[in-house]
C-alpha cells in the first residue's frame, strides 16, 4: 500500500492546518456572536434607562395619586386613539357634540345680549313715546334719554 503526505511546503495543506482555519472561522463567528450580545444588552440597558427617565419625568404614580379619574379618563383617551377610533364615525359625532357643548355658552351670552340690547331698546322707545304724550317720563331735557345707548 501506498500512502501519501501532503508537503506543507510544496502549498498544500496538512491537516494541523486546516483544524486551525476552522478554530479561526469558529473564533471569528464566536466572536460576532459575543459582539451582537454585548450590543443587544446595551441597547436594552439604553431602552431600560429610556423608560425609568420617561417615567421619572412624568411622575404617573403621583398624578394618579392627586387625580385619579382624570388619569383613568386619559388612559381611556389614549386605549381609544390608539386602538384606531380615531378616524370613525362614533369620533365625528362626538366631535361635534363637543363643538356643540362649547359653543353653548357664547351663543348664549350673544341671545343674552341681544335680549337686554332688545329690552333697553323698548325702554326707551316707550320712554320716548311717554315723551310725546307728555307723559312726563322724568327724561326731561333735549327730548331723549340721558345716559348713553347700548
Given at each position: 500500500?501506498?500512502?501519501?503526505?501532503?508537503?506543507?511546503?510544496?502549498?498544500?495543506?496538512?491537516?494541523?492546518?486546516?483544524?486551525?482555519?476552522?478554530?479561526?472561522?469558529?473564533?471569528?463567528?464566536?466572536?460576532?456572536?459575543?459582539?451582537?450580545?454585548?450590543?443587544?444588552?446595551?441597547?436594552?440597558?439604553?431602552?431600560?434607562?429610556?423608560?425609568?427617565?420617561?417615567?421619572?419625568?412624568?411622575?404617573?404614580?403621583?398624578?394618579?395619586?392627586?387625580?385619579?379619574?382624570?388619569?383613568?379618563?386619559?388612559?381611556?383617551?389614549?386605549?381609544?386613539?390608539?386602538?384606531?377610533?380615531?378616524?370613525?364615525?362614533?369620533?365625528?359625532?362626538?366631535?361635534?357634540l363637543?363643538?356643540?357643548?362649547?359653543?353653548?355658552?357664547?351663543?348664549?351670552?350673544?341671545?343674552?345680549?341681544?335680549?337686554?340690547?332688545?329690552?333697553?331698546?323698548?325702554?326707551?322707545?316707550?320712554?320716548?313715546?311717554?315723551?310725546?304724550t307728555?307723559?312726563?317720563?322724568?327724561?326731561?331735557?333735549?327730548?331723549?334719554?340721558?345716559?348713553?345707548?347700548?
Amino acid at each position: 500500500m501506498t500512502t501519501f503526505q501532503s508537503n506543507p511546503g510544496n502549498g498544500g495543506q496538512s491537516a494541523s492546518d486546516s483544524q486551525t482555519q476552522g478554530n479561526q472561522g469558529q473564533a471569528g463567528f464566536g466572536h460576532k456572536v459575543d459582539r451582537i450580545g454585548t450590543d443587544a444588552q446595551q441597547l436594552w440597558d439604553d431602552a431600560r434607562g429610556a423608560v425609568t427617565d420617561l417615567r421619572d419625568t412624568m411622575d404617573l404614580k403621583g398624578r394618579v395619586e392627586r387625580n385619579p379619574y382624570l388619569m383613568v379618563a386619559a388612559a381611556l383617551g389614549v386605549g381609544y386613539v390608539l386602538g384606531g377610533g380615531l378616524f370613525t364615525r362614533t369620533t365625528g359625532r362626538i366631535l361635534r357634540l363637543g363643538v356643540r357643548l362649547a359653543a353653548l355658552p357664547m351663543v348664549k351670552d350673544e341671545l343674552i345680549g341681544m335680549a337686554e340690547a332688545a329690552l333697553h331698546g323698548v325702554e326707551v322707545g316707550a320712554g320716548r313715546v311717554s315723551n310725546m304724550t307728555g307723559g312726563g317720563g322724568g327724561t326731561g331735557g333735549a327730548g331723549g334719554p340721558q345716559g348713553s345707548q347700548v
